[in-house]
Structures are given as structure tokens and as C-alpha cells.
Nanobody, 125 residues
Framework: QVQLVESGGGLVQAGGSLRLSCAASGRHFSDYTMGWFRQAPGNEREFVSGINWSGTRTYYSESVEGRFTISRDNAKNTVYLQMNSLKPEDTAVYYC??????????????????WGQGIQVTVSS
């Protein structure tokens, strides 16, 4: 079992930055692909970014490419999402997720096995 706990959310003005962290329990964190998703009110939960087990491969949705950066520190069992140039449309609950399917690129909710409780990010205009 893996437990994921997000932190670092909050309220920021448009153009500002936030850094989300996701701390994982368990001994196998370095084996997992990690991802970030988000869900705005009335919308489906959507993929934001993913990173492979070693941190050597990262990928993003078109809406955040060039503004967000995902990274991980396997020694600390933590994955990060640095969010720059934030826009009001980035407002959502952000979720950290872990995928145990092995090395690859995973964009779908069903491909992820463990989820955090979510954290609110609000960007004011």
C-alpha cells in the first residue's frame, strides 16, 4: 500500500508561482511512475504531468507545457510540481498519483493505482 500526501497549494495571483510536493510512504517509491492530475469544478479529472521512475523522462499536457516542471527526489520519496506563470484556468484541486505498471508514459486515470487526497490551487485574476 502506498500513501500519498500533497502539500504546497494555496492562493496566488495570475502570473505567480507555486510548488506542489507529494510525499509518499512505502519502500518502492523509486519503482513507480508518478503523475499529477487536476480537477476543476464541473470538469473531469485531467492529466497534467508525469515522470518516470528515474526522473529522466517527463511529459506534460499541452495546457501546462513550458510553464510547469515535474521532478522527483527518490531519496526523499517525494515528487514535485513547479508551477510558473499561473493562469486563472489553472485553478483546480491537484492530485498526486502513483503508477505501478513499469516504465512508460501514462496519461489515463485508470493507469494510476494510488492517489493523494488532493490539494486546492486557486489563481486569482
Amino acid at each position: 500500500q502506498v500513501q500519498l500526501v500533497e502539500s504546497g497549494g494555496g492562493l496566488v495571483q495570475a502570473g505567480g508561482s507555486l510548488r506542489l510536493s507529494c510525499a509518499a510512504s512505502g519502500r518502492h517509491f523509486s519503482d513507480y511512475t508518478m503523475g499529477w492530475f487536476r480537477q476543476a469544478p464541473g470538469n473531469e479529472r485531467e492529466f497534467v504531468s508525469g515522470i518516470n521512475w528515474s526522473g529522466t523522462r517527463t511529459y506534460y499536457s499541452e495546457s501546462v507545457e513550458g510553464r510547469f516542471t515535474i521532478s522527483r527526489d527518490n531519496a526523499k520519496n517525494t515528487v514535485y510540481l513547479q508551477m510558473n506563470s499561473l493562469k486563472p484556468e489553472d485553478t483546480a484541486v491537484y492530485y498526486c498519483a502513483a503508477c505501478t505498471r513499469g516504465d512508460g508514459q501514462y496519461y489515463q486515470r485508470y493507469e494510476y493505482d494510488y492517489w493523494g487526497q488532493g490539494i486546492q490551487v486557486t489563481v486569482s485574476s
